[in-house]
């Protein structure tokens, strides 16, 4: 048995240590993986600081890409569409396995498999230590959804495709119809500046994002979005504002007299969610993605979403489909939106421990890790 490198967390916040791991021949169903690339989620960060707990010793990552090492006797050959398998394949895969039998697997919803496997999230055990991407290889579950990578994709816009992009596409169809209409996307970092695109790419009118930072307002304007604001309610003037006739910047209230049609909360921050209530039409859709962490409590008002008639819905990672969605939209996009820009750097195995340890590291959308950089 061979051994590989991996970045181990063992729940002592802001502490990695660099190991060489046992890599074992995959068995039955399970498949061996090179690990070309892994970018950095916010989660991964939340565990790391202590901001949220997870299973330990465990290797983070799970926003990972690969080539097929090796397979197991009973491993499929086959992908999500049916394309052949083979060693040296690139693949990119959902971030939980799922058993397609239990409880929530038949009510339609895999990501909550009662033995499901969630990649970057388990705690190390003999034989199966290899199931995160801060590592030289990945060994995946039995059940796993797996999905080749076109060539043509670089790892810096297609790595995040099974956790940021692919929860966008199930948050967007939770939204329902988006095509001439509007939408509210509360937060601009990976998860906002997808769901700006992807709303612009499937015929949305108006996308307005709002975040404090002046520079990611920047970044959602080059991402599809319309108007951007760092707060916002209807007598906001968002930064970018359309204008009337007359050249006026017009209020929220004037533009969209009737409200938004959805919003979409992805920053996790309780003033936001309270916010967003407000501006949808009658009928509107909010969709809670962002509070993965623990948050203050917010105010509803229960008779406001009966007589309005609103849906708040939240969505949690997403089923196999939503990673088909997030591949095919990073093919036919990622040259229209600068989505390769926001991996700002690559390091080594051995170079992340120091980098994440830096007292006063710079805000970055993601951060990559390479193993064989």
């Not at 009658?282 to 993965?292: E, F, K, N, R, S």
């Amino acid at each position: 048995m061979t051994q590989t490198p991996a970045v181990v967390f063992e729940g002592q916040p802001g502490q990695l240590m660099l190991k060489q791991i046992p890599c074992p021949a995959p068995r039955g169903a399970e498949i061996l993986v090179q690990v070309a690339g892994c970018t950095l989620c916010g989660s991964d960060l939340h565990s790391f600081e202590g901001r949220r707990t997870v299973p330990v010793p465990t290797i983070l990552g799970h926003e990972i890409v690969g080539d097929i090492a090796a397979f197991g006797d009973e491993a499929p050959r086959c992908d999500l569409n049916g394309a052949p398998l083979q060693i040296g394949d690139r693949i990119t895969w959902a971030i939980v396995a799922h058993c397609g039998r239990c409880y929530y697997c038949q009510r339609g919803l895999p990501q909550k498999c009662q033995q499901g496997v969630k990649y970057g999230h388990e705690a190390m055990r003999p034989g199966v230590e290899l199931r995160g991407g801060m590592a030289g290889a990945c060994l995946l579950a039995p059940g796993t959804s797996i999905l080749k990578v076109p060539v043509d994709l670089p790892l810096e816009v297609v790595c995040p495709a099974n956790c940021a992009t692919a929860t966008v596409a199930a948050a967007l169809e939770a939204l329902g119809d988006i095509a001439e209409r509007s939408f509210c996307v509360f937060g601009a970092g990976m998860l906002g500046l997808t769901a700006c695109a992807m709303l612009r790419s499937r015929g949305a009118e108006v996308v307005v994002c709002v975040d404090p930072d002046e520079q990611r307002q920047r970044l959602a304007i080059a991402f599809g979005a319309t108007q951007t604001a760092s707060s916002i309610n209807f007598d906001t003037v968002p930064v970018s504002a359309s204008q009337d006739d007359s050249g006026s910047a017009k209020s929220l209230r004037e533009a969209l007299p009737f409200g938004f049609d959805g919003a979409l909360e992805l920053s996790g921050n309780s003033t936001a969610i309270e916010s967003a209530l407000p501006l949808l039409r009658m009928g509107g859709t909010l969709v809670l993605v962002g509070a993965v962490f623990p948050t203050a409590p917010v105010s509803l008002l229960p008779e406001q979403i009966v007589r309005r008639q609103l849906t708040v819905r939240g969505i949690h990672n997403y089923a196999p489909r939503h990673l088909v969605q997030a591949v095919e939209f990073l093919s036919a996009q990622h040259q229209r939106y600068p989505f390769a820009s926001l991996v700002r750097e690559w390091h080594s195995l051995s170079d992340i421990p120091a980098v994440l340890s830096q007292p006063h590291r710079p805000p970055a959308i993601r951060i990559g890790l390479r193993p064989t950089r």
